[in-house]
């Protein structure tokens, strides 16, 4: 186990290291000259040699790739060229407010879509699958800013169940808070919440057929624990992987669903930066997303090994 | 088992077993499955006792009707089955009781092992766990006495420092090793009867032996019926007391294991033994006989031999009208009954 740890930390650890190069690069790679863009309306040649020479774009890349690190390193992302605030510390407010609807979505997803999946695969050829898969389908094909949309002018605008925009830090009103992101979790989950489902049916009816099924019905065990315990925990480490590749989906998915509720967060953030080309911003905003990735993929290899004991232990001679 | 002439060694015990009284008595089972083409007929009118200790062999091709009897036994058909007729375990009628009622017996008086100790173990929890559920659910004990019982069962069956493989893995055991965890599941609960569905057929022939002693040592010791489902004549041979031949269904001749070997009376039952090799027999000598054709899918049970379209001695008779499951004529040897018109071992045919 600590070995696969380790093996898996150090993975991690370059991957890491290429999404900055990339990340870097890319900046570089953005046409025109950043000295005009930081420079705005000014376009003296002296003071674009000034801000060359103060940003260090005169030095050579590999110097400039070698402080980019270091100061990303110490928390240290540069300012933005619009408003002059740090981009550490606006990445500091806007990540809980995406963190935490994420994981509602995420949260929105698991509940649904394990359930139906399960509902479905259990109601083979019934009534229950066959609203479970019409369900699916719907949730994979209608577009978020749609739903959202009509989440707002539905349960919003017209019946005023819940607040249509903006947003309340957990820690000054936690209920307001959540009031706030039920529906954008609901609407930023419904599309995972489809693959989900479909993966779980799947992954259930393969494991529903398994010999242990039979054995552990032969074991006198009743159909909760049956389809509970012995088959969704195989089932999981498939949903597991779907849920991984599927939450960089969940990131951009995020970017939309915030810009519709007016939610401040970093997909609000992402988009300010793009419209407006400020680039350190940029910069900052796909370090962190690509960190996140990263970070994601890591958790969840770490989560088959605790769900499949063959990942945990092999290479482990038994 | 192959290449060497099976040995009839269970049969010697059978009298010493017996205790007369049946803890399992199976009558006119039948069982039908609804199917998209039409219901498909797999069981037909199968009758047979079990007694304490003793070990059943249900023997016959593949799709003979044995794993599905095996299965109506404790209610594990899917729903698509329809299953008729009755089953008394220790007088509890089985046939048509409720899921709940089921699920109490089986695991605990009727319990399985399967062919497949690859896959009948769930790979994602300890072997442990597995034989801890199965005694917590039935008897109700605490699980740090379970945890200790599971490592008598281990000891049990015969794994070697069980306290350790206790916490294991199934895919950290060998083969032969998940067999003998299922056998400790199996027998965990003290069952009446053990259904051992092909429970060799898929290990190393070294290990077959060693899990069939393991077998009819436990049978006899904690006097556990054993109905054991397999098509390897060598394990009956090896093990059973009494065997059941199935065909299309139907059970066309039960005799004690020493007699069906040395007299079998329905073609189909001379046919299998002729299909099994024996040692000392060359290339030269001819091939292994086999039963032309295959096991018919039936719709309708008819009132006919099924076996006739592949008998050597079928007459029209065989063809319109269906041979009872008689006993031999012969007194003192009604235990060897068959179904056919015209036995192997009868004059006629001599």
Known sequence: MRSYLLSRLWQSAVTLVLATIVVFLGVRALPGDPALAFAGEERDPASLAAIRAKYGFDDSLLLQYWRFVSKSLTGDLGRSTRTNIPVTDMLASALPVTIELSALALGVAIVIGVGAGVVAAVRRGRPAEWAANALALLGLSIPNFWLGLMAILYLSVATGLFPASGFVSFFEDPISNLHHLVLPAVVLGTGLAAVVMRQTRSSMLEALGADYIRTARAKGLGPQTVIGVHALRNSLVVVVTILGLQLGGLISGAVVTERIFGLPGFGKMTLDAVFQRDYPVIQGVVLVTATAYIVINFLVDLTYSLIDPRIRLAGVPS | ?350
């Open chain 2, 1 to 350: 088992m192959l290449g060497s002439q099976p040995q009839t060694g269970g049969g010697k015990n059978a009298a010493a077993a017996s205790t007369g009284r049946p803890v399992l008595s199976v009558r006119d089972l039948s069982v039908t499955f609804r199917t998209e083409e039409g219901s498909v007929s797999a069981v037909d009118s199968v009758s047979f006792d079990v007694e304490a200790g003793e070990v059943l062999a249900v023997v016959g091709e593949s799709g003979c009707g044995k794993s599905v009897t095996a299965m109506s036994l404790g209610g594990l058909l899917p729903r698509s089955a329809t299953v008729t007729g009755s089953v008394l375990l220790e007088g509890t009628e089985l046939v048509g009781a409720s899921d709940r009622q089921l699920r109490g017996i089986r695991g605990d008086d009727l319990a399985y092992i399967f062919q497949e100790p690859m896959t009948s173990l769930n790979p994602v929890f300890t072997v442990g766990r597995q034989i801890v559920e199965v005694l917590r659910l039935h008897q109700g004990v605490s699980a740090r006495a379970a945890k200790s019982r599971a490592v008598e069962l281990l000891t049990l069956v015969g794994i070697p420092s069980p306290a350790r493989r206790v916490d294991e893995y199934p895919h950290q055991l060998s083969g032969g090793m998940r067999q003998r965890v299922m056998i400790a599941m199996a027998l965990a609960c003290g069952p009446k009867v053990l259904i051992a569905d092909e429970p060799t057929t898929a290990l190393d022939v070294t290990v077959q032996a060693a899990i069939l002693d393991l077998l009819r040592d436990l049978g006899k010791r904690l006097g556990t019926a054993i109905v054991l489902i397999t098509h390897d004549l060598g394990v009956v041979a090896d093990i059973a007391d009494r065997v059941v031949v199935m065909y299309a269904g139907r059970i066309v001749e039960t005799a004690p294991t020493q007699e069906l070997f040395d007299a079998p009376q329905h073609h189909y039952t001379t046919g299998l033994l002729g299909a099994v090799p024996t040692a000392g027999r060359r290339a030269s000598d001819g091939r292994l006989q086999e039963i032309p054709g295959l096991v018919p899918v039936l719709t309708v049970q008819p009132d006919a031999c099924t076996f006739a379209e592949r008998c050597p001695a079928a007459s029209d008779r065989c063809r319109t009208s269906r041979p009872p499951l008689a006993p031999e004529e012969n007194p003192g040897r009604t235990v060897h009954r068959f179904a056919c018109w015209h036995p192997a071992g009868s004059e006629e045919d001599r």
